[in-house]
């Protein structure tokens, strides 16, 4: 008679893919169980907590601060950390299920949806997405350079990331140096000549997806006037009755009317709100961009009462040398798992992985956060989705529907990356890095000054190992 999983003869072993919010959520709901589990976490940067170090805005110290919570995981004693590992490359899909009796997906949504327009591939357009990293020190886009020597921007999109880069461009480099913000960019940003953002909204002021903080924000800058004209503040009566009870989106409503009625006061940048516009090109000469045409839209209800915008066949062109694109995330596919390319997630019935060829469940393999849903909501609505997620894992697990690995062995996993030369970055190691971070941020006044190279991360903890040839990216 077998073992049950779950217990001190045979704990459940479970590899969690990715180490955002969504993975820690998933690790913490595990150990909050009464059951013996042990948690191996797998990140491809060295760094864990995902978004929140890499997304979150850097004068959003106070969103920062939940990684606390995710430390609290990290020190169970069942948790470990395997960083600068990246799943299919240093370890693959058969190698996990082979050793461990459940995997969670935790990957997110890592790329971004495109305008599909002409110009979208000029230098200097490019997605939000790319501009936050950067700005937060993400290893990948350390070197991405935005040229900031131009005097006008358009951001488009009306959610709370579009929110975060016209603020950050709108910001002194004063109002920014006591933040996180990575080096590059704040020296960056302090030499900025961008005199005008232009956030551009396909619809109207009753459907934007920012939140009232974020807009409210926009009221309290140093070096920039909010700038919104009231006849794009006009609602059509579907708009007027879709928020009729949404409290919300009447306050989003009231700080524009404000702003609008407040209008310029003399500061040295402006951050226009614009409304029923959606871009059609980006004007380029000479290989750089000078202007972004947009076709001016009308709001009309379909037949499901969602209020969509129409071209009205009229365009404007609105000055710019930058643009960026905030206009949602999708998820990528992950080596031999299942994944949806119409919604960017990995196919689930309440977080139970699901083969869309068969329309079965895979035995044993979960998803959580984004690449489960797509991306909505905020940081802590992954802790629910979390939850439910990990109680259908306990549920199969009571159910006897959950598999035990064939091979039990989570250490083998360690010899396997030592065998490949991955220079894997342990929760000890992330400990001391973070110390290093948190120690020089104290000497500038700052929170934290982020090491933003992998190689310079792996120096000082002396890791660097070479990868052999088939594992080199």
Same mark, same amino acid.
């Given at each position: 008679m077998?073992t049950?999983?779950?217990?001190?003869? +045979?704990?459940?072993?479970?590899a969690i /893919?990715?180490?955002?919010?969504s993975?820690?959520?998933?690790?913490?709901?595990?150990?909050?169980?009464?059951?013996?589990v042990?948690?191996?976490?797998?990140?491809?940067?060295p760094?864990?907590?995902?978004?929140?170090?890499?997304?979150?805005?850097?004068? &959003?110290?106070? /969103?920062?601060?939940?990684?606390?919570?995710?430390? +609290?995981?990290?020190?169970?004693?069942?948790?470990?950390f395997?960083?600068?590992?990246?799943?299919?490359?240093? *370890?693959?899909h058969?190698?996990?299920?082979? &050793?461990?009796?459940?995997?969670?997906?935790?990957?997110?949504?890592?790329?971004?949806?495109?305008?599909?327009?002409?110009?979208?591939?000029?230098?200097?357009?490019?997605?939000?997405?790319?501009?936050?990293?950067?700005?937060?020190?993400?290893?990948?886009?350390?070197?991405?350079?935005?040229?900031?020597s131009?005097?006008?921007?358009?951001?488009?999109?009306?959610?709370?990331?579009?929110?975060?880069?016209?603020?950050?461009?709108a910001?002194?480099?004063?109002?920014?140096?006591h933040?996180?913000?990575?080096?590059h960019?704040?020296?960056?940003?302090?030499?900025?000549?961008?005199?005008?953002?232009?956030?551009?909204?396909?619809r109207?002021?009753?459907?934007?997806?920012?939140?009232?903080?974020?807009?409210?924000?926009?009221?309290?800058?140093?070096?920039?006037?909010? *700038?919104?004209?009231?006849?794009?503040?006009?609602l059509?009566?579907?708009?007027?009755?879709? *928020?009729?009870?949404?409290?919300?989106?009447?306050?989003?409503?009231d700080?524009?009317?404000?702003?609008?009625?407040?209008g310029?006061?003399?500061?040295?940048?402006?951050?226009?709100?614009?409304?029923?516009?959606?871009?059609?090109?980006?004007?380029g000469e000479?290989?750089?961009?000078?202007?972004? +045409?947009?076709?001016?839209?009308?709001?009309?209800?379909?037949?499901?009462?969602?209020?969509?915008?129409?071209?009205?066949?009229?365009?404007e062109?609105?000055?710019?040398?930058?643009?960026?694109?905030?206009?949602?995330?999708?998820?990528?596919?992950?080596p031999?798992?299942?994944y949806?390319?119409?919604?960017?997630? *990995?196919p689930?019935?309440?977080?139970?992985?699901?083969?869309?060829?068969t329309?079965?469940?895979?035995?044993?393999?979960?998803?959580?956060?984004?690449?489960?849903?797509?991306?909505?909501?905020?940081?802590?609505?992954?802790?629910?989705d979390?939850?439910?997620?990990?109680?259908s894992l306990?549920?199969?697990?009571?159910?006897?529907?959950?598999?035990?690995?064939?091979?039990p062995?989570?250490?083998?996993?360690?010899?396997?990356?030592?065998?490949?030369?991955?220079?894997?970055?342990?929760i000890?190691?992330?400990?001391k890095?973070?110390?290093l971070?948190?120690?020089?941020?104290?000497?500038?006044?700052r929170?934290?000054?982020?090491?933003?190279?992998?190689d310079?991360?792996?120096? /000082?903890?002396g890791?660097?190992?070479?990868?052999?040839?088939?594992?080199?990216?």
């Amino acid at each position: 008679m077998s073992t049950r999983l779950g217990t001190p003869e +045979r704990p459940l072993y479970v590899a969690i /893919i990715g180490a955002g919010p969504s993975g820690f959520y998933a690790a913490g709901a595990l150990f909050k169980e009464d059951i013996v589990v042990h948690v191996d976490m797998f990140e491809r940067l060295p760094a864990p907590h995902g978004l929140v170090r890499y997304g979150v805005a850097p004068d &959003h110290q106070n /969103i920062k601060a939940v990684s606390k919570v995710y430390d +609290r995981t990290a020190k169970e004693p069942g948790f470990r950390f395997f960083g600068n590992v990246e799943f299919g490359r240093d *370890i693959t899909h058969d190698e996990l299920r082979r &050793h461990y009796d459940a995997i969670i997906y935790a990957v997110g949504a890592q790329t971004d949806r495109r305008l599909n327009i002409p110009g979208e591939d000029l230098p200097n357009s490019m997605s939000a997405t790319e501009f936050v990293a950067w700005y937060n020190g993400h290893p990948y886009f350390a070197d991405l350079a935005p040229d900031l020597s131009v005097e006008s921007a358009v951001v488009v999109g009306a959610g709370n990331v579009a929110m975060d880069v016209a603020r950050i461009l709108a910001k002194s480099a004063d109002e920014l140096r006591h933040t996180d913000i990575a080096d590059h960019a704040l020296a960056a940003l302090a030499e900025s000549q961008i005199k005008e953002i232009h956030i551009l909204a396909r619809r109207g002021p009753a459907q934007v997806k920012f939140t009232n903080a974020e807009i409210r924000e926009f009221g309290h800058l140093e070096n920039a006037d909010p *700038i919104v004209f009231e006849r794009e503040l006009k609602l059509d009566p579907a708009s007027s009755a879709s *928020i009729k009870d949404d409290t919300a989106a009447q306050k989003n409503i009231d700080y524009l009317r404000a702003y609008a009625e407040i209008g310029a006061t003399g500061k040295p940048r402006r951050v226009y709100f614009r409304f029923l516009l959606s871009p059609v090109e980006i004007i380029g000469e000479d290989g750089r961009i000078v202007a972004v +045409r947009a076709e001016k839209n009308q709001l009309r209800p379909t037949l499901t009462g969602y209020i969509n915008a129409y071209g009205t066949g009229e365009y404007e062109e609105i000055p710019a040398g930058l643009v960026l694109r905030a206009v949602g995330y999708k998820g990528i596919p992950l080596p031999g798992v299942p994944y949806d390319p119409r919604t960017g997630v *990995i196919p689930n019935d309440v977080g139970r992985v699901m083969n869309p060829e068969t329309d079965k469940l895979v035995p044993g393999e979960y998803v959580v956060g984004w690449a489960k849903r797509g991306p909505t909501g905020v940081i802590g609505t992954n802790k629910p989705d979390a939850v439910e997620t990990v109680n259908s894992l306990l549920e199969d697990l009571q159910a006897g529907k959950l598999p035990p690995a064939p091979e039990p062995d989570p250490d083998r996993v360690v010899a396997l990356l030592e065998e490949r030369g991955v220079p894997y970055v342990s929760i000890d190691d992330w400990w001391k890095l973070n110390e290093l971070e948190i120690q020089a941020g104290k000497e500038q006044g700052r929170p934290r000054v982020k090491f933003v190279h992998i190689d310079e991360m792996l120096e /000082i903890l002396g890791k660097r190992v070479a990868r052999t040839a088939q594992d080199t990216p």
